[in-house]
């Protein structure tokens, strides 16, 4: 049982390329975030997702795109990288709404872009 | 008023110490109250979840205060391990949780 599974650790990007964070989990949760973390400040929800093909806006989704295709996997697309973007990023999932359930969180991507 | 505060810290303990640490939340309609920790550049993990009437978990104790809208955890005997940053966690509306940024804790021996 991996928990969530998230893919690169870390990542440096060009100003204006593309990538996408992978998430994937093994809980059969329903629910999936996305948060960024930037140094010294809280956690900031950037999409979220309630089930398959569900998906719906955070505080902070500008720049970013995501689908959930599957209940296990939720990736999460930079379009055209820019530096505001550089930010840890944590992917977490949750067996019932997150304002009540444990948040099961990934490892997190470490993303520079210069 | 910022949706959750928590004083950055660091608190500098002696091993054995105890100590306390408080979080204030702005919305006074927010249900659910969590503490998570995170030690550097690690994910955040749940500590403990705060209920009404407080609850205890060991050496970890948490505290609401819905009249006067903040949180505690007070750990007690601190062990070295206890280092790490506090994150105070309180929900929004639907499904999103406010992260407050979190207290430093430093136990030395």
């Known amino acids: 049982n991996a928990g969530v599974t998230q893919t690169p650790k870390f990542r440096i990007l060009k100003i204006g390329q593309s990538m996408t964070l992978q998430c994937a989990q093994d809980?059969?949760?329903?629910?999936m975030y996305w948060y960024r973390q930037d140094p010294g400040m809280g956690l900031k929800l950037i999409y979220y997702s309630v089930g398959a093909g569900i998906t719906d806006k955070g505080e902070v989704p500008n720049g970013y795109n995501v689908s959930r295709s599957t209940t296990e996997d939720f990736p999460l697309r930079l379009e055209l990288a820019a530096p505001s973007q550089t930010s840890v990023y944590f992917c977490?999932?949750?067996?019932?709404?997150?304002?009540?359930?444990?948040?099961?969180f990934g490892s997190g991507t470490q993303l520079s872009v210069l | 008023r910022k949706e959750v505060e928590q004083d950055p810290g660091p608190f500098n303990v002696p091993e054995g110490a105890t100590v306390a640490f408080n979080c204030t939340y702005s919305?006074?309609?927010?249900?659910?109250f969590f503490w998570y920790r995170q030690d550097c550049r690690k994910e955040p993990k749940l500590l403990m979840s705060v209920y009404s009437s407080g609850n205890e978990d060991g050496r970890f104790t948490a505290q609401l205060n819905r009249a006067s809208q903040y949180i505690s955890l007070l750990i007690r005997d601190s062990k070295l391990s206890d280092s790490a940053t506090y994150l105070c966690v309180v929900n929004r509306a639907g499904y999103a949780l406010n992260f407050g940024k979190g207290t430093s804790l430093l136990v030395t021996p």
């Open positions: 919305n006074s309609a927010s249900q659910s």
């Open positions: 809980m059969n949760h329903n629910y």
């Open positions: 977490a999932s949750s067996p019932g709404q997150g304002a009540r359930e444990k948040l099961f």
